[in-house]
Structure formats: C-alpha cells, structure tokens
Nanobody, 117 residues
Framework: QVQLVEYGGGLVQAGGSLRLSCEAS????????MGWYRQAPGKRRELVAT???????VYADSVKGRFTISRDNAKNTVYLQMGSLKPDDTAVYYC???????????WGQGTQVTVSS
C-alpha cells in the first residue's frame, strides 16, 4: 500500500511564505510523477504543481513565479515552496503520487493552508 504523509501548512499573512513537504512510502520511478493539488471551499480540486521522474516541472498559471516544486529522491519527498502568498491561495493542499505501473494516483490526507489578508 502506497502512503503519502504531508507536513507543513498553517496560517500565514498575505505576502508570506510556507513550505509543504510530502513523503512517500516508495520512490519515484521512470514514468511516475509527484506533485500537489489544492481545493478551496466550494471549488473543484486543481493542479498546483507537478514534477516528473525526469525532473520536468509544471505549474498552474496562478502560481507561476511564486511557487517552486522540488524533490529529494533519497528521501522520497517532494516539496512545495510557496511565496508571495495571497488569500486566494487558501485551500486544502493534497500531495499526490502517480505510479505509471499501476495507472493511478495515490493521495495524501491533505493539509490546510490559510492566507489572511
């Protein structure tokens, strides 16, 4: 069973920074990807950022230039460094791991990020 454990999140003022971490119970292999989605109240879950096994990064337009995704392969961990936070970034952030061999995503439990104005 693949497990993802998220760390970080919390309450921050607008303009501030936070770092989220997500540790997976297995490594990322060729064709896999890992990243973050978020879901605000009353809204659909949306992709925030993802990083492939090859290191390619993709960001939502709304976070480009403010968020950075990175990965520590030795720790099976992906990070989301969030800067210049806005109230619109308030959401539950979910880590995911896509495993090509199984053809599906695995999800973390979610962590709340609240940005106050």
């Amino acid at each position: 069973q693949v497990q993802l454990v998220e760390y970080g999140g919390g309450l921050v003022q607008a303009g501030g920074s936070l770092r989220l971490s997500c540790e997976a119970s297995r490594g990322i292999f060729s064709g896999d990807a890992m990243g973050w989605y978020r879901q605000a109240p009353g809204k659909r879950r949306e992709l925030v950022a993802t990083i492939s096994s090859g290191g390619s990064e993709v960001y939502a337009d709304s976070v480009k230039g403010r968020f950075t995704i990175s990965r520590d392969n030795a720790k099976n961990t992906v990070y989301l460094q969030m800067g210049s936070l806005k109230p619109d970034d308030t959401a539950v952030y979910y880590c995911y791991l896509f495993i090509l061999t199984y053809g599906r995503n695995y999800w973390g439990q979610g962590t709340q990020v609240t940005v106050s104005s």
